[in-house]
């Protein structure tokens, strides 16, 4: 595995560092918006609720 930075402090020409650096800062506050997010995996299940109380409403209707 090459050094991308040599004794000089070469700048990394691929800016792999750099982007590694980023993916590190970046990833606790990923996993935070991951654990927090709640919201929108309750709003699909109240969804999914109300649509099959929907069916089930049509369909007693109906068979009526």
Known sequence: MANT???QGNH???GSTQMFR???DEAP???QAAAAGGGPRIGVIVGVV???A???AVAWLALK
Request: proline residues 11%.
């Open 5 to 7: 930075q040599g004794p």
């Open 12 to 14: 990394d020409p691929a």
């Open 22 to 24: 980023a993916f590190v």
């Open 29 to 31: 506050q990923g996993r």
């Open 50 to 52: 109300v649509a099959v």
């Open 54 to 56: 929907v069916v089930a």
